[in-house]
């Protein structure tokens, strides 16, 4: 076996004690000369330790440093775990972060565009307000016009009727004038006509 021919050659401690943690039950073994690893003459002295280790405390050992290296094993990735929890934390912080800067950012966003909205319905009621006014303004004058002009048409209309009036007197007036003197004509006539009456009458008397 491999470790009966380490210790006969007297090869060095450490290809030794790899041999026994390899297979620690081989230094119980016999090989074909009914030897075990211990019955060789070895030079030396720490290879002659190992070899008269007993068995069973080479297996503790082995045991033990296995146990130790799955503790280690387990350490090593609870500290690998840790680091890459910190380095997941690292960046959920820097994401937060950006998260809370980008969120100012829009906050301060919809803050400015309140501020100009803001402006802008000021703007929009102000230009409302003055086109209101010249409209009022506008309207008012159009009235005024309309109403100057019914005045103007009112008077106008009195005035004409007052003509009419007059004009209608001035008629009724010479009319009754016109029948007066018409009525005087008449008279006179009727006069002029008894008197050639009473006259011819004369005459004709006088010639009888």
Same mark, same amino acid.
């Given at each position: 076996?491999?470790?009966?021919?380490?210790?006969?050659?007297?090869? %060095?401690?450490?290809? @030794?004690?790899?041999?026994?943690?390899? $297979?620690?039950?081989?230094?119980?073994?016999?090989?074909?000369?009914?030897? !075990?690893?211990?019955? =060789?003459?070895?030079?030396?002295?720490?290879?002659?330790?190992?070899?008269?280790?007993?068995?069973?405390?080479?297996?503790?050992?082995?045991?033990?440093?296995?146990? &130790?290296?799955?503790?280690?094993?387990?350490?090593?990735?609870?500290?690998?775990?840790?680091?890459?929890?910190?380095?997941?934390?690292?960046?959920?912080? *820097?994401? =937060?972060?950006?998260?809370?800067?980008?969120?100012?950012?829009?906050?301060?966003?919809?803050?400015?565009?309140?501020?100009?909205? +803001?402006?802008?319905? &000021?703007? $929009?009621?102000?230009?409302?307000?003055?086109?209101?006014?010249?409209? #009022? +303004?506008?309207?008012?004058?159009?009235?005024? #016009?309309? &109403?100057?002009?019914?005045? @103007?048409?009112?008077? /106008?209309? *009195?005035?004409? +009727?007052?003509? %009419?009036? %007059? /004009?209608?007197?001035?008629?009724?007036?010479?009319?009754?004038? !016109?029948?007066?003197?018409?009525?005087?004509?008449?008279?006179? %006539?009727?006069?002029?006509?008894?008197?050639?009456?009473?006259?011819?009458?004369?005459?004709?008397?006088?010639?009888?």
């Amino acid at each position: 076996m491999p470790l009966h021919i380490a210790a006969n050659r007297n090869l %060095s401690f450490e290809v @030794v004690e790899a041999l026994i943690r390899v $297979n620690p039950q081989a230094l119980e073994c016999r090989n074909a000369n009914d030897y !075990t690893p211990r019955d =060789f003459q070895v030079k030396d002295n720490q290879v002659f330790q190992a070899l008269n280790r007993p068995t069973a405390c080479w297996v503790e050992l082995i045991e033990e440093e296995a146990r &130790e290296e799955d503790q280690d094993e387990n350490v090593l990735q609870l500290h690998k775990r840790c680091d890459e929890t910190l380095r997941t934390t690292d960046k959920s912080v *820097i994401n =937060f972060a950006n998260m809370v800067d980008r969120l100012e950012a829009v906050r301060r966003k919809l803050q400015d565009i309140g501020r100009l909205q +803001s402006l802008e319905i &000021e703007k $929009n009621v102000a230009e409302f307000d003055t086109n209101l006014i010249e409209k #009022i +303004s506008k309207i008012s004058a159009y009235v005024t #016009i309309v &109403e100057e002009d019914a005045k @103007v048409a009112s008077a /106008r209309d *009195i005035v004409a +009727s007052a003509a %009419s009036l %007059s /004009r209608q007197s001035e008629v009724e007036k010479l009319i009754k004038q !016109t029948a007066t003197e018409f009525h005087g004509l008449r008279l006179q %006539s009727d006069v002029i006509s008894a008197a050639i009456d009473t006259k011819n009458a004369s005459v004709a008397v006088e010639r009888e």
